[in-house]
């Protein structure tokens, strides 16, 4: 019965999911490669010392890259001290963020920061991200990718699913490109779940952002062939540690919609309401968890909202390497006349690997 409303759908236009994946492979492969001189030196609270150079601090671990022993990860409460010659961004759990030059400590467990202002000591159990500055773009960019796949013989179902991500953050803004694609094929008919998104943060002080978003989806099981979202608001990081994240979200969006089985478009205003968690596992076998959840209330159709919900839980498989399930969930309490679902959802696994400068 699903099968044979899927039948009646409208032929999808023309988008290949493979084309998608590939040009976000290549965006994130597109990187510069150049040599750098290795002369920052790390002390670990054992003793031992490690001359390489700092390649950032996030979610725990610090990337360091060595000659002999190419690019560590260390954890960071394994960190004694840090000295670099190069421009970093330094952040720590009150919101601040420093820019300087790492100095040699008086006393384990600090970070002496030469800026502009002058010495800043921190503590090192404070500092939750370092990001070196960069000169071009791209030498900033970091982020993951994952691909999967299944077959059923017995219903003759194929589906491909593939998902990545990639950002990049300063001082005082943050740039992030997601996708999320799932496409199946069902004998001669194949259905798409695609979500493409960009968002754009302008950084204030005390963990305060100013998203700014764009976004395209497809979801053919909920009506709708093509949705284009853009809007913005303001959100802030109620928690940022080595350890896990929180923030929350709010603001406005416009929303034009192609449904399937019409050819008139349909723009609405809603509000948007969202939470973002991840939480980090940083020793072997490291661990992440990411969940978010979107609520979209419409403020020109009455009586309709719409819920998004995604999690992903990650473990590392070897080195960059890494085991991805993911769960996801859309509703619509008034869906267009062309949806076989008012929900949709699914459990996608796949493997992955990420990146970073």
């Known amino acids: 019965m699903e099968g044979n409303a899927i039948r009646k759908m409208a032929r999808p236009s023309a988008l290949s999911p493979f084309t998608l994946v590939v040009a976000l492979i290549s965006l994130f492969t597109a990187q510069p490669v150049r040599a750098s001189e290795k002369t920052d030196t790390l002390v670990l609270h054992n003793g031992n010392e490690i001359t ?7 979610q725990g671990q610090l990337k360091y890259s060595t000659d002999d022993l190419g690019i560590l990860s260390v954890a960071w409460d394994s960190v004694a001290s840090i000295v670099s010659k190069k421009t970093v961004l330094v952040e720590v759990v009150d919101g601040r963020v420093y820019a300087g030059v790492m100095e040699k ?3 384990a467990g600090q970070v002496a920061l030469r800026t502009n202002d002058g010495l800043e000591e921190l503590e090192m159990a404070r500092i939750f991200r370092i990001n070196p ?6 030498g900033a960019l970091k982020g993951s990718f994952s691909l999967g796949a299944s077959f059923t013989r017995s219903s003759d179902v194929l589906q491909f699913s593939a998902s990545g991500n990639v950002g990049k953050r300063t001082r005082k803004f943050a740039h ?3 996708l999320n694609l799932i496409t199946t094929r069902e004998t001669d008919q194949t259905t798409q779940n695609i979500s493409l998104q960009y968002a754009y943060a302008r950084i204030l002080r005390r963990r305060w952002v100013v998203p700014v978003i764009a976004g395209y989806e497809r979801n053919q099981s909920l009506g709708i062939q093509n949705r284009l979202i853009t809007g913005g ?3 802030r990081w109620l928690i940022e540690s080595n350890r896990q994240t929180l923030a929350a979200l709010a603001g406005l969006d416009l929303n034009l919609e192609d449904t399937i089985g019409t050819d008139a478009s349909q723009i609405s205003l809603e509000a948007f309401v969202a939470v973002r968690y991840s939480r980090f596992h940083y020793h072997h076998p490291k661990q992440n968890l990411f969940v978010s959840a979107f609520i979209f209330p419409s403020l020109t159709e009455s009586g309709r909202f719409r819920v998004q919900l995604n999690s992903d839980w990650r473990q590392e498989i070897v080195n960059a390497f890494f085991l991805e399930l993911s769960v996801f ?12 679902l008012s929900t949709d959802y699914g459990l996608v696994t796949s493997v992955g690997y990420s990146f970073s400068p």
Do not use: C, H, M, R
């Open 133 to 138: 500055i960069k000169k071009t773009f791209w």
């Open 329 to 340: 969930a859309s509703y619509d309490s008034q869906p267009p006349e062309g949806a076989l």
């Open 52 to 58: 390489g150079e700092v390649k950032g601090l996030d």
């Open 233 to 235: 608001g303001v959100g």
């Open 105 to 107: 400590p008086a006393e």
């Open 176 to 178: 992030s490109l997601n």
